[in-house]
């Protein structure tokens, strides 16, 4: 049988600890990230009601760390616990930077901060407030714990390494998606957007004059963003891709 007084004063120490790791986490910002009411999430970290056990576990995957998680499952749902140190203790570890960025890139509003944030100008708490409201907020909150943004002593919250690029195919594609969900059609008109899309029907000879012109136009983006007379605080994306209709038409290129 579950001690349940053991149980809410374990939980109520994890909820103190995480709480004072970052003088941003909030109980409104737990209960959004494990999804429980804050009026449940207020009573257990005062120490006034004893949580559901689906509760306790909700709060536990925010506010401890797996190792962590682990010996509170081991202490009050040992055969969970058991389970788990047993078959998977030898698998449990951090995952590592890059898995986790892929994880992240995959959520939203998660992705449209971190490029955002992957630049050299950064962002702000206070951009990030104006783009998306406390649920922005809380994402960055996620993505510092993980270690892949830092929070500068100025304020300006950027990539923990120097630069990123993608390297999978699937993850570029990925990134693409949600590229369209951050087009703003009320730019069109202006500077601050353009699109584009063309069809054709070229030769053979012709086709890798069509990926150099492609791979040029990436050069000169990227050129420009680098270039210190072009440095500001203005964010943009952009996107490219090409592609032939029928893989056949390609196939015989190389015959």
């Not at 909700?58 to 760390?65: D, F, G, Y």
């Not at 389970?83 to 995959?106: A, N, W």
């Not at 210190?228 to 209709?245: I, K, Q, R």
Request: aromatic share 6%; charged share 25%.
């Amino acid at each position: 049988m579950v001690n349940e007084q053991a149980l809410l004063a374990d939980l109520v120490d994890a909820i103190n600890s995480w709480l004072q790791g970052n003088r941003n986490r909030s109980l409104s910002g737990l209960s959004r990230r494990c999804n429980v009411a804050y009026s449940t999430v207020r009573r257990i970290a005062q120490n006034e009601s004893v949580p559901h056990p689906y509760t306790a576990l909700a709060i536990a995957e925010v506010v401890m760390s797996t190792p962590q998680r682990l010996e509170f499952l081991k202490t009050h749902f040992p055969t969970i616990g058991n389970l788990m140190d047993e078959c998977y203790t030898s698998g449990i570890r951090r995952e590592p930077l890059e898995e986790s960025l892929r994880r992240f890139l995959r959520l939203e509003p998660h992705n449209r901060i971190f490029n955002i944030a992957a630049t050299k100008a950064g962002t702000t708490r206070q951009a990030i407030m104006h783009l998306s409201g406390h649920i922005g907020l809380d994402a960055v909150g996620e993505l510092l714990d993980a270690g892949l943004l830092i929070e500068m002593p100025d304020g300006a919250i950027k990539y923990s390494h120097d630069n990123w690029a993608i390297g999978n195919i699937d993850d570029a594609l990925e990134q693409v998606r949600h590229s369209t969900e951050h087009f703003d059609t009320r730019l069109i008109g202006t500077d601050g957007a353009s699109l584009m899309h063309a069809t054709g029907a070229i030769s053979k000879e012709m086709v890798p004059r069509l990926k150099e012109l492609v791979l040029q136009f990436m050069k000169d983006v990227n050129a420009l963003k680098d270039h210190p007379d072009a440095e500001g605080g203005v964010h943009f994306f952009c996107d490219t891709m090409y592609s032939l209709y029928d893989r056949r038409e390609w196939d015989s290129t190389q015959e």
